[in-house]
């Protein structure tokens, strides 16, 4: 999982070189948009997350009913359609 400070670096980085390439002009403080990329990245992971241990969860399931599935590819397989289901872009 992404540490906080990582999300927070990220989102800096992200926003200044938009800001320096000329991409945006912001109507805001800089320091206001930071806030507001490191939020939506924050639920991007949490939501990603979540769709991984519930993939995970039903991956182990479905294993132990059959000895001949694969659990990896069991979980990716309902991974993809969770996110589809979510409306999450993996």
Not at 7 to 27: E, M, T, W
Not at 38 to 62: G, H, P, Q, R, W
Request: aromatic content about 4%.
């Amino acid at each position: 999982m992404i540490r906080e400070s990582q999300i927070d670096a990220l989102a800096a980085f992200l926003v200044h070189s938009l800001i320096a390439r000329g991409v945006i002009k912001p109507a805001r403080d800089e320091k206001d948009l930071v806030a507001c990329v490191v939020e939506l990245m924050s639920a991007n992971f949490e939501t990603e997350a979540a769709i991984d241990a519930e993939a995970d969860k039903m991956a182990d399931e479905l294993a132990r009913k059959d000895s001949r599935a694969d659990p990896d590819r069991l979980r990716a397989m309902i991974r993809q359609r969770l996110a589809e289901k979510k409306g999450f872009t993996l």
